[in-house]
């Protein structure tokens, strides 16, 4: 029976990830057309700034988005403790309209997943010309550096969402 036991734990924390919705069907679903697949090229002044938000250079040459109008949709990730998580944001006029954690890798922490956590993200904005969250991100016990991923990448996406809308 222990045995059993202890194999159970030890496959749960050995899982690979928890896809709770693939980021296709968080784009589908955030738009009523087919909206524009666009990306973002980390150029020098860009570079900088998302560095100075993010704490660190953001992967890659480019950040993929999607917009239709003024909304705008962004599929990001963020090491939580260990492994990678994926987060959708839908922003419209600055504004965010959604936060939903799309994969999840991290054996701790899951429960950012959940509404009573990711409901805290709508509405949100940038403060005035700052990169600061117009809005506290209250905590969950246990879960402290995926909360503080998941707000880092808030403020990535509304200042990317910014940036694109000044284009």
Avoid at 24 to 46: N, T, V, Y
Avoid at 53 to 67: A, D, E, V
Avoid at 72 to 95: H, N, Q, Y
Wanted: charged share 30%.
């Amino acid at each position: 029976m222990f045995l059993l036991l202890g194999f159970s734990l030890c496959a749960h924390s050995l899982r690979a990830e928890d896809v709770y919705l693939e980021p296709e069907a968080f784009i589908e679903r955030s738009f009523e057309g087919e909206p524009e697949k666009k990306a973002l090229w980390q150029k020098d002044d860009l570079k900088e700034e998302i560095q100075r938000i993010f704490g660190r250079k953001y992967p890659g040459l480019r950040i993929r988005y999607w917009r239709e109008g003024n909304r705008t949709a962004w599929i990001l990730e963020e090491i939580g403790k260990l492994k990678p998580i994926t987060t959708g944001f839908l922003i419209e006029d600055g504004v965010m309209l959604e936060m939903q954690v799309l994969i999840y890798r991290e054996s701790h922490g899951w429960e950012v997943r959940y509404p009573f956590f990711s409901d805290q993200f709508k509405g949100l904005t940038l403060e005035g010309d700052t990169d600061e969250l117009s809005k506290h991100i209250d905590g969950i016990s246990g879960a402290t550096l995926s909360v503080n991923a998941l707000s880092r990448l808030a403020r990535l996406a509304l200042y990317l969402d910014k940036e694109v809308r000044a284009q």
